[in-house]
C-alpha cells in the first residue's frame, strides 16, 4: 500500500490489515518507520471520520470516583463541605474554577474536561 492520506472506509481497512501485520516489526526498521506512519494515518482517519464527543463534567467525575473506589467524603478536599460535595454531583451547583484546579491537581485529571458546561438542576 502506497503510503497517502486514508479517505475510504476501504483504505481504512487495507491500512488497518498492514498495520496488524508489521505489528511485531524490529524497532528502529524500516517496517517499524512504516507502522508509525501507518498508525498515525489511521488515527487521523478515525479521529475525523468517528469523533468522540467531550465527556460531561459530572459524568466523568462520576466515572473517575467509580474506576478508583472514591466516595463522596474522598472528594471534600478539593470541593468542599458534604453539602457542597452533593451539591455538585447533584448538578445542583456548577464547579468553580477553584474546585476544578483542586480537583486536577489532586486526582491528576484533566482540567480542561471539568471546565466544558453542562447543565445544572433547578433548586428546590
Same mark, same amino acid.
Given at each position: 500500500?502506497?503510503?497517502?492520506?486514508?479517505?475510504?472506509?476501504?483504505?481504512?481497512? %487495507?491500512?488497518l =490489515? *498492514?498495520a496488524?501485520?508489521?505489528?511485531?516489526? @524490529?524497532?528502529?526498521?524500516?517496517a !517499524?518507520?512504516?507502522? #508509525? /506512519?501507518?498508525?498515525?494515518?489511521?488515527?487521523?482517519?478515525?479521529?475525523?471520520?468517528?469523533?468522540?464527543?467531550?465527556?460531561?463534567?459530572?459524568?466523568?467525575?462520576?466515572?473517575? %470516583?467509580?474506576? =478508583? *473506589?472514591?466516595?463522596?467524603?474522598?472528594?471534600? @478536599?478539593?470541593?468542599?463541605?458534604? !453539602?457542597?460535595?452533593? #451539591? /455538585?454531583?447533584?448538578?445542583?451547583?456548577?464547579?468553580?474554577?477553584?474546585?476544578?484546579?483542586?480537583?486536577?491537581?489532586?486526582?491528576?485529571?484533566?482540567?480542561?474536561?471539568?471546565?466544558?458546561?453542562?447543565?445544572?438542576?433547578?433548586?428546590?
Amino acid at each position: 500500500m502506497k503510503l497517502r492520506p486514508i479517505r475510504t472506509q476501504r483504505e481504512h481497512q %487495507m491500512a488497518l =490489515r *498492514e498495520a496488524e501485520a508489521l505489528w511485531n516489526a @524490529p524497532a528502529g526498521s524500516p517496517a !517499524a518507520d512504516r507502522l #508509525e /506512519v501507518l498508525t498515525l494515518l489511521i488515527e487521523a482517519y478515525e479521529r475525523q471520520r468517528y469523533p468522540i464527543a467531550d465527556p460531561d463534567p459530572i459524568d466523568f467525575l462520576r466515572h473517575v %470516583m467509580k474506576a =478508583r *473506589e472514591l466516595s463522596r467524603k474522598d472528594l471534600e @478536599p478539593f470541593i468542599g463541605s458534604r !453539602a457542597r460535595v452533593a #451539591e /455538585v454531583l447533584n448538578r445542583v451547583r456548577p464547579l468553580t474554577l477553584d474546585m476544578i484546579r483542586r480537583l486536577a491537581a489532586g486526582l491528576n485529571i484533566p482540567a480542561d474536561v471539568l471546565v466544558r458546561d453542562y447543565k445544572l438542576k433547578r433548586a428546590a
